[in-house]
């Protein structure tokens, strides 16, 4: 199936073909169709499907192809609520590149800045509008931004709203929202408390899930290592020293751990950037934009700020803390992986981790791959380990995780090459993939 079955207008599949996209994903396949039919939609999915174009390509062209619509005067047609400022930029760039071809025009707002230029923005006019809640309802308390027009709304990533507090802001807005529109609503997971968020938003609806533990599963290789929580800096830095991916995306449960990792990298000579809430947000987009045109190796972030970040060509997640909610799992490893590439994930796991681990295993329904043998591995004696001299360390064997297979249950280190650190040196570097 390609994007012309799927009944799109010229200027959007001449945009689609602009960035390279041959056919839909399996979310785009089911959605599209859906939404231009006027329905309302529950989709089950995770950024990295697709999701994103999905519904913003459905929106752009009803909005195209409605006569009535004056782009003299415009209206703000569509909102798009999204949890954080980086999904939200990365949405109005979806927007941006769908509709080249067409006068459908948006902007995006979101908290952590002046609102100056945000408002001047707006005040030009706009079709779509991508917002965080914070930001969209302060400028609708200021009376800058009317929601009298909206005749399809998207609540965006659903489960991590309500993770991030935010409940009180949405059920504001859908009280002033118009009860006559399109409604969208998108979640990785569905517990109780979505449902019935999922059934106060939307009227007459089709839910479309895509299975995103599987598919991420299935396409990223995932290895866990056993190590002491003093450990964890030193078998990061021998990873990246000795496996030299191009791009790595550090997960911190905490913000001051995620400098301090940061703070241990930039040590040892590893170009490294922190992303995290207490950052302003030109210092996120800064650090983002290092990481992404290749100037930074390691981003360090927190769940929050790196929710829904796309980087083409990830290779490595690594979960320096392993996270206690399982889901929050998927969704980190998702930042690899994505749009059918592959990746890999490895998880630092301490002895008071281990329940989390259970967890996770049992959320993706896999064992992840132990690495045996690494030389940081935890014997489970933490006080010993903070006294003892420092062992002389062995090199571990970076080819390990390739060597093995992904359902390989025995991947190790090699004695081999434990003392040849020319070996490493003289290892090609993986190769980056190729961006979309
Ligand atoms: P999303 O789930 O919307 O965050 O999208 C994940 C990634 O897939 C983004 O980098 C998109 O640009 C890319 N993408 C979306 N649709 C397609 C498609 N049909 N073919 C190839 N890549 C796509």
Redesign the pocket.
Known sequence: MT?KDLGLVKPILQA?EK???????PI?KQAIPILLGGKDLLGV??????????FAIPIIQQILLDKDRGIRRRRIRSLVVTPTRELAI?IAD?FTAYAANTNVNNTVIFGGVKQGRQVEALRKGVDVLVATPGRLLDLIGQGIISLKHIEYFVLDEADQMLDMGFIHDIRKLLAILPAKRQSLFFSATMPPSIVKLSNQILGDYKRVTIEPEQTTAERVEQFVYFVNKRNKIKLLIDLIQTQKPETVLVFSRTKHGADKVVKLLLRAEIEAAAIHGNKSQNARQRALGNFKNGKVQVLVATDIAAR?I?V?GLEMVVNYDLPNVPETYVHRIGRTG???ASGVALSFCMGEEKPYLRDIQKLINQKLTVVADNPYEDDGSEDEVEQSKPQQRRRPNSQGRKKNSRNSRNASFSNKSSNSRSSDRNRSKPKRRKK?
């Open positions: 994007f689609l960035k390279g996209y041959t056919n839909p994903t785009q999915a995770q950024t990295g499907t697709g999701k994103t174009a999905a990365q979806n829904g796309d083409s994505r749009a059918k979309d």
